[in-house]
């Protein structure tokens, strides 16, 4: 029996873990995500470790089966690689945000600035920022927006090599090694950059990172795409948060050689693009800006569809779940699963002609009444035929006890696939 095509897709933030006062996975109608759960193995999965909040990032090659202690580098690189930003050797990149904040005091009044900042506008403020020259003409920005308020920035200096061992501006985020894990709690002012090792690199990093930060500020706050949004009624984005800094990209073998498969990815975000092209993933385009949600998941199922004719696993990134999770909307969260299995999965059900299996889970947990990611296990499930009756339910209490157990790390997922599968 040929080992079936592997549809591998992950819910982002779409579960609430094990001790929420309500579950937005148990509670949601989703019929055809419960129809692949009648048959199959379920279980929980820490997808980076016990206790750990991850980001998507590292969260993401942990599920492409890359433990994030061995292989991750930081985000900025993967941002700036998805971003298709210039990255040389020596320099440091860092994930970035656009925000809100008091310019006298640099108190931050939106780390997003009201999410309402367009890509179009954004462009106009990266221009105003790339090309900056930094310590007296030796250090140099380039900024690059990305989607809405995200934006990704390299740093370099001409007469020295730099370090990713940094810690961030934005306060919500706590630097641990290379990974940066979300505070439950925080002071709602811009951090300054410290170096986390004591060396001339990293010192050095700091000086030019902070003074960025800085600069920006003076050059956002009056900007005219900010002067705009002010009669508009709507927050400046005015200041850059950093987060996430690395000076190399993972030195990981291609996925294809690590286990034997070709694989295609779907995915909404410049990090994870970056992440399907460290890692030798064919990455296939989807137009997100501007779209209606409905669509882009119908057409993000056709995509996955035709791409595993040619592909043995195609993975599949959807957005939704996680910012009404972020935002306590309890409800918001129910609808975007909802939303999910009623376009995509009912799409790719409706017109899938041959054998595949399904791997559903999710990157983290954003728990609605935290507000924020947290270190809770998120539900895991294996779908084929050839596994038998499975729980019926994708949920955080249908996978409890499920006879997958608790799996140690999403880096452990797809070698238990494929043990699992007929090949």
């Known amino acids: 029996m040929a080992r079936p095509k592997v549809f591998y897709v992950v819910l982002d933030g779409a579960a609430d873990g094990p001790e929420a006062p309500r579950s937005a996975l148990e509670e949601a109608s989703k019929p055809n995500i419960d129809f692949i759960a009648g048959r199959g193995a379920c279980g929980l999965l820490y997808v980076v470790g016990r206790g750990v909040a991850p980001e998507s990032d590292a969260a993401v090659m942990s599920l492409l089966?890359?433990?994030?202690?061995?292989?991750?580098?930081?985000?900025?690189?993967?941002?700036?690689?998805?971003?298709?930003?210039?990255?040389?050797?020596?320099?440091?990149?860092?994930r970035a945000n656009f925000a809100t904040v008091d310019p006298s005091t640099k108190r931050i009044i939106d780390r997003?600035?009201?999410?309402?900042?367009?890509?179009?506008?954004?462009?106009?403020?990266?221009?105003?920022?790339?090309?900056?020259?930094?310590?007296?003409?030796?250090?140099?920005?380039?900024?690059?927006?990305?989607?809405?308020?995200?934006?990704v920035l390299v740093l370099g200096h001409r007469g020295s090599r730099l370090?990713?061992?940094?810690?961030?501006?934005?306060?919500?985020?706590?630097?641990?090694?290379?990974?940066?894990?979300a505070r439950e709690r925080f002071e709602p002012y811009i951090a300054r950059i410290e170096p986390?090792?004591?060396?001339?690199?990293?010192?050095?990093?700091?000086?030019?990172?902070?003074?960025?930060?800085?600069?920006?500020?003076?050059?956002?706050?009056?900007?005219?795409?900010?002067?705009?949004?002010?009669?508009?009624?709507?927050?400046?984005?005015?200041?850059?948060?950093?987060?996430?800094a690395g000076d190399r990209l993972p030195p990981a073998e291609p996925f294809a050689e690590k286990f034997g498969l070709r694989a295609a990815s779907i995915v909404e975000m410049v990090v994870e693009r970056g992440i399907a092209r460290a890692l030798g993933i064919n990455d296939v385009p989807v137009e997100v800006e501007g779209r209606d949600r409905r669509d882009?998941?119908?057409?993000?199922?056709?995509?996955?569809?035709?791409?595993?004719?040619?592909?043995?696993?195609?993975?599949?990134?959807?957005?939704?779940?996680?910012?009404?999770?972020?935002?306590?909307?309890?409800?918001?969260?129910?609808?975007?699963?909802?939303?999910?299995?009623?376009?995509?999965?009912?799409?790719?059900?409706?017109k899938l002609d041959f054998d595949a299996a399904f791997v559903i889970t999710s990157d983290h947990a954003t728990p609605w009444h935290l507000r924020a990611h947290s270190g809770d296990p998120v539900p895991l499930l294996v779908s084929h035929?050839?596994?038998?009756?499975?729980?019926?339910?994708?949920?955080?209490?249908?996978?409890?006890?499920?006879?997958?157990?608790?799996?140690?790390?999403?880096?452990?997922?797809?070698?238990l696939v494929l043990e699992k599968l007929p090949s």
Do not use: Q
């Open 163 to 181: 370090s990713g061992m940094v810690s961030n501006s934005d306060p919500a985020y706590e630097r641990k090694g290379h990974l940066s894990v």
């Open 296 to 350: 882009l998941l119908r057409e993000e199922a056709l995509k996955a569809l035709e791409a595993a004719r040619s592909h043995d696993l195609v993975y599949v990134h959807l957005k939704g779940p996680d910012e009404p999770g972020h935002d306590g909307d309890f409800e918001g969260k129910v609808k975007a699963i909802e939303e999910i299995d009623k376009y995509f999965f009912s799409t790719l059900l409706d």
């Open 385 to 415: 035929e050839s596994l038998g009756r499975g729980p019926g339910r994708l949920s955080e209490l249908a996978c409890r006890g499920g006879s997958l157990g608790v799996v140690e790390g999403g880096w452990r997922v797809i070698p």
């Open 196 to 244: 986390l090792e004591d060396t001339p690199e990293a010192r050095l990093t700091a000086d030019l990172a902070n003074e960025f930060t800085v600069k920006a500020i003076e050059v956002l706050d009056g900007h005219p795409v900010n002067e705009e949004r002010r009669r508009r009624g709507l927050p400046p984005a005015n200041a850059v948060l950093l987060r996430d």
């Open 112 to 151: 997003r600035a009201g999410r309402s900042l367009t890509s179009r506008e954004a462009r106009e403020l990266a221009r105003a920022l790339d090309g900056m020259e930094l310590a007296g003409g030796e250090g140099y920005a380039r900024f690059a927006a990305t989607i809405g308020h995200r934006a």
């Open 65 to 94: 089966g890359y433990d994030p202690a061995r292989y991750y580098t930081g985000r900025g690189p993967l941002e700036a690689l998805g971003a298709g930003l210039e990255f040389r050797d020596g320099e440091v990149a860092f």
